[in-house]
């Protein structure tokens, strides 16, 4: 958006130096048709499949505070792959998000005299450093899904997993025990595809919980989208 920004006010501002009707028309050497990402084409047909399945979509900011990703997560490493921001206005607004898990729980908390349970799910992106892109950075498009109810629903999100891999026609991923400190001790699992990990899931550590403020137990599901493009 910046560099055609850029672009459109040199453009008026050497036309109106030189003079509108002195512009020679001339037909351009390249002939280019616009056409839709792929990645955006598999995320509306995966926003269909999530909401067939119950779960009602949310959008959340792309910034948070650091102890958002970090701290409220119990995820004391994840600072170090954010993207900060300089002098920032706010304090909900510090750092870009490298999960959209933040968001969907403060969502679940600003909701919780809805009926249950609550079934939310949000697919967007996340912003992560790296070292090979000209800004030092790069945008990853994820899947985030949350059960909350009278119990933990666990099983409701494994279920949401197969049916989203189903729909997008891969068999081969497995799930393994997670490390990760935000699940409670045993109640997570890494998703691993063709040996890599692309995402998680597992019920929520109640210290999770309350840094939220959520008094139900909450069944998570994260992992990202673009390795099925």
Not at 55 to 65: H, K, N, Q, R
Not at 172 to 185: C, G, L, Q, V
Request: negative net charge; contains cysteine; proline residues 3%.
């Amino acid at each position: 958006f910046v560099h055609w920004y850029v672009g459109e006010e040199a453009v008026v501002s050497t036309q109106s130096t030189g003079g509108f009707n002195n512009i020679t028309e001339q037909m351009p050497d390249l002939f280019t048709i616009g056409a839709e990402q792929e990645v955006n084409k598999l995320t509306d047909a995966v926003r269909e499949e999530l909401a067939r399945a119950g779960f009602t979509e949310v959008l959340t900011f792309s910034l948070c505070s650091r102890d958002d990703i970090s701290s409220s997560l119990r995820n004391g490493k994840a600072l170090e792959g954010a993207v900060k921001i300089a002098n920032p206005k706010s304090f909900e607004f510090q750092v870009v998000r490298t999960s959209l898990l933040p968001g969907v729980l403060k969502t679940a908390s600003c909701n919780r005299k809805m009926p249950l349970p609550l079934k939310l799910f949000e697919v967007s992106d996340v912003v992560v450093k790296t070292e090979d892109t000209e800004t030092g950075s790069r945008n990853l498009r994820k899947i985030c899904a949350l059960f909350s109810g009278k119990t933990s629903g666990f099983e409701v999100v494994h279920g949401l997993l197969d049916r989203i891999m189903l729909c997008l026609g891969r068999r081969d991923y497995s799930i393994r025990a997670s490390a990760e400190a935000m699940f409670f001790t045993g109640r997570g699992a890494d998703i691993l595809l063709g040996g890599q990990k692309i995402g998680h899931l597992g019920i929520l550590h109640p210290e999770v919980l309350d840094n939220f403020e959520i008094t139900l137990p909450c069944s998570v599901l994260e992992m990202d989208l673009e390795p099925f493009v």
